[in-house]
């Protein structure tokens, strides 16, 4: 008999639907319930594309006795970490605080007023390397319950006020300067493997957002050893095993520093993320790799994440049937010599393994290899090494695909707009700029009520529960910003201008600090804030640079002065943690440089036109902000009186007009290609 999460939208949550575990949604009813029932409530965290969220499923959750003890003893809740990255946030931070470490899956044990005493991640079945058995952990926290009730209760109340203590050290309210950048600069230098590239060691994440910074650092201040980092780490990454050879697209991260295993399932998120770096390192160098990643990351995203309604789904999972009906990490993607020379022959299941760096002892589990790329055999034959490509693809297209998570997440699909937009306007693919903009009208229709709130998250058309974080706000706000710059059309400005608006109103806290949740959302035992990115920009700094850019297009004052307050959080952390403030340190590269407002004014067929616009496009000027439109036209406040032309501007301040794309190429601080 199917539980209580049979009608959620998640599809996380679903995968538990038909579980012996009498789960509950995280709702106001779970914890009456077990007030009623005099229980504690377990709350289990997890997200579809998990592996060990997988693993502790099946270990535990689908076992009928340990169900049965689960049913007896506790009330059961279930949440899906990217649906209430809310919920999710506040509990890490008590785990974290706790146990010195967090991840998921997450299982903690809460009073019915959701206060936490007992935390933990993966559980086994059976007692291993020092870890006690899930029904051990159960059985001990039941027997505390029952036995040592008042000492629970001092410890939850303890646990609240200690995390309700915790004040974030957020320094003054102003911008970073010019020896901040430098300092994160140095820092960073300090932290780079020059071996591997990339920072710090094992496991090695995609640093996406402090790329955009080293990347931008070097457009303002022509730091060329921020370049080479940046160029050297997307090397890197782009021909290790974190990168699909075959079909493009990254996995989540390397679990080594070498970049050769990754850990296989694949995030929205990051694909959006690095395909925007590889655009924006194109811009910079013109390098044929970083070109040929971009689009092959953004036809990625089209052809594998793409839902029927025009939105993009979260993840792809790292597991699959390996043929033999075992679910394994990576059996989708890696390969062994004889399964080579099965597809290609002999000797090209020679030259494949050299090409792609299969070995007979393999480089991952059981003799297999993940596809890498290493320097040299791709140049010699671009036909033969296309025809292998194409078909190791086409065989491997028979393979079990990964399971889908095809929830749509108002905020990565905010980031993969921008990164379709700016690839599709650099490469000359205007398909791309039709699939940013049929997800964006996609989050308008389905997200945004009339009042633009947004929704966090829908499926198959249908809008969640769950209201918008911040960081929804945003990078939604962000994502139609970049499309309004490429399609010059100025509806998308108005919109980024509604929702900034609500984080003016909704997000701000006092010194212009930002909160994740808005002033009237659910009231949590803590109200979620945290300014440093992890595996994508933090709502603080997100909201930084979109607030920011709006103000360069429109002169809103309340909106710049949000964007500088916020960005004081930057002047604290940029010098001593850079690699967890990457996306913060690029929007204070984009105030440094004003940011650049550029107006176009042409008519729309017209090749100069087209051409200005097209340079102003590919400007590297950091958060440069460009508006395109006919004479006349009122698309945008930048356009407004002016005569034909293109405009570049620093705070309102405006060159004269020029007709000749070097002209504007030089104004906008870049030499010619």
């Known amino acids: 008999m199917p539980n209580r999460l049979a009608h959620e939208t998640s599809p996380y949550l679903l995968q538990h639907a038909d579980n012996p575990v009498d789960w509950w949604p995280w709702s106001p009813e779970a914890f009456e319930e077990a007030r009623r029932r005099e229980v504690p409530v377990l709350l289990s965290v997890g997200y579809s594309s998990c592996h060990w969220c997988h693993v502790m499923a099946h270990e535990s959750f689908e076992d009928e006795p340990t169900a049965a003890y689960l049913n007896e003893h506790f009330v059961n809740v279930k949440v899906d970490r990217e649906e209430r990255p809310d919920v999710d946030a506040v509990y890490m931070e008590a785990v974290q605080a706790a146990t010195g470490q967090g991840g998921w899956p997450m299982t903690v044990f809460l009073t019915a007023d959701a206060e936490p005493f007992y935390f933990g991640t993966y559980f086994p079945p059976e007692p291993r390397h020092g870890m006690p058995s899930f029904r051990q952990v159960l059985e001990g926290v039941s027997a505390a319950w029952t036995g040592r009730r008042e000492e629970v209760d001092e410890v939850a109340g303890k646990i609240v006020r200690d995390l309700s203590g915790r004040s974030l050290a957020y320094g003054a309210p102003e911008l970073p300067g010019e020896e901040e950048l430098a300092q994160a600069l140095l820092a960073l230098t300090r932290d780079y493997d020059a071996t591997h590239a990339g920072f710090g060691g094992a496991p090695k994440f995609p640093p996406s957002m402090v790329l955009e910074f080293l990347l931008r650092h070097h457009a303002r201040t022509g730091s060329e050893g921020a370049l080479q980092m940046a160029a050297d780490t997307c090397e890197a990454m782009a021909r290790g095993g974190m990168y699909d050879q075959l079909a493009g697209g990254f996995a989540r991260y390397s679990v080594d520093r070498e970049w050769v295993v990754p850990h296989f399932e694949k995030m929205l998120y990051d694909n959006a993320l690095l395909c925007r770096v590889y655009a924006h390192l194109w811009r910079a160098t013109g390098s044929d790799l970083a070109r040929r990643v971009a689009l092959e990351t953004a036809d990625f995203l089209v052809s594998e994440l793409r839902t029927q309604e025009g939105g993009f789904a979260s993840a792809l999972d790292a597991d699959s049937d390996d043929g033999t009906g075992r679910h394994v990490e990576g059996a989708y993607y890696v390969w062994t010599p004889e399964q080579l020379r099965e597809v290609l022959g002999e000797q090209d299941a020679q030259f494949a393994a050299r090409l792609f760096g299969v070995t007979e002892e393999g480089t991952f589990e059981e003799g297999a290899s993940v596809l890498r790329l290493p320097v040299g055999e791709e140049a010699a034959d671009a036909a033969r090494v296309a025809d292998v490509r194409a078909r190791l693809l086409a065989a491997r ?11 749509i997440v108002a905020a990565w699909n905010g980031l993969a707009i921008a990164a379709l937009a700016e ?33 966090r998250t829908s499926k198959d058309g249908r809008v969640g529960p769950n209201a918008g974080v911040l960081e929804d706000y945003a990078d939604v706000a962000e994502g139609f910003l970049a499309l309004a710059a490429v399609s010059g059309e100025g509806v998308w400005l108005e919109f980024s201008g509604f929702l900034l608006d609500i984080v003016l109103d909704q997000f701000v806290g006092e010194g212009g600090t930002l909160y994740d949740t808005a002033h009237d959302a659910e009231k949590l035992i803590r109200r979620p804030q945290d300014p440093t990115d992890n595996a994508t920009p933090s709502g603080w700094t997100a909201a930084a640079g979109a607030l920011l850019a709006y103000a360069a297009h429109t002169g809103s004052e309340a909106h710049r002065s949000a964007a500088e307050r916020a960005l004081g959080v930057v002047k604290t952390l940029g010098p001593r943690a850079p690699r967890f403030i990457g996306w913060g340190l690029a929007v204070a590269e984009a105030a440094l440089d004003g940011p650049r407002e550029v107006a176009v004014v042409g008519a729309g067929d017209d090749p100069l036109t087209k051409e200005l616009h097209r340079v102003a496009l590919l400007s590297g000027a950091p958060g440069a902000v460009v508006a395109a439109g006919e004479v006349g036209s009122d698309e945008f406040p930048l356009l407004a009186d002016r005569g034909p032309g293109a405009y570049v501007c620093r705070h309102f301040v405006c060159d004269a007009p020029t007709s000749d794309p070097g002209e504007l190429r030089e104004r906008m601080g870049e030499a010619s290609r």
């Open 423 to 455: 690839t599709g306007a650099y490469f000359d693919r205007p398909d791309l700029i039709e699939r940013a903009t049929e997800a964006a009208d996609l989050l308008v229709r389905v997200h945004m009520d009339e009042g633009a709130r947004l929704a």
């Open 397 to 407: 297209g028979k393979r079990e695909r990964p399971g889908r998570d095809d929830k």
